[in-house]
């Protein structure tokens, strides 16, 4: 009698990843990111408001917030891959370069790991910056709930 193992996927709206699976996302940055991250988390760093302090501090120009950065993240596995219903359980990031007001930033997630047992992926996570330069780089693991259809 063999023993089957329950689909951990069922009732997931974009259904199982595969491992390879690739999603991207682009958006530009803007003073208004700046202000929102404010208003949400009381981070008032002068490095984001300060022109002249940000331009002669090591960064060379005003930068936006790390959770600026790595919101793009979010976007990607909620929305694109996996998609709809997901969360991150756990991250592991560097942020490498720090990301200018009024740069276009891309978003990566590529599938590394799928379990089959739950919905569960492990993935690689990047941000670069117009140049291509990596800004923010590292693995993240996330969960898929399956929501309702309608």
């Known amino acids: 009698m063999s023993e089957s193992k329950p689909d ?6 974009k259904g199982k990843p595969k491992v390879g699976d690739v999603a991207e996302r682009s958006r ?3 003073m208004k990111d700046i202000e929102a991250f404010t208003e949400m988390t009381g981070d008032r760093n002068p490095l984001h408001y300060d022109r002249e302090l940000a331009e002669a501090s090591i960064f060379g120009k005003l930068i936006v917030q790390g959770g600026v950065t790595s919101g793009i993240l979010n976007a990607l596995v909620a929305e694109d ?5 997901t969360v991150f359980l756990g991250v592991e990031w560097k942020f490498v370069k720090a990301v200018g007001v009024d740069e276009t930033i891309t978003g990566r997630v590529e599938i590394k790991e799928v379990r089959d047992d739950k919905p569960i992926c492990k993935v690689e996570t990047s941000v670069r910056n117009e140049a291509g330069e990596i800004c923010l ?5 996330v969960y898929t709930v399956a929501l309702a259809n309608g």
């Open 8 to 13: 951990g996927w069922a009732g997931v709206i």
């Open 28 to 30: 530009r940055t803007g």
């Open 81 to 85: 891959l996996p998609g709809p219903g």
């Open 137 to 141: 780089s590292g693995t993240a693991t």
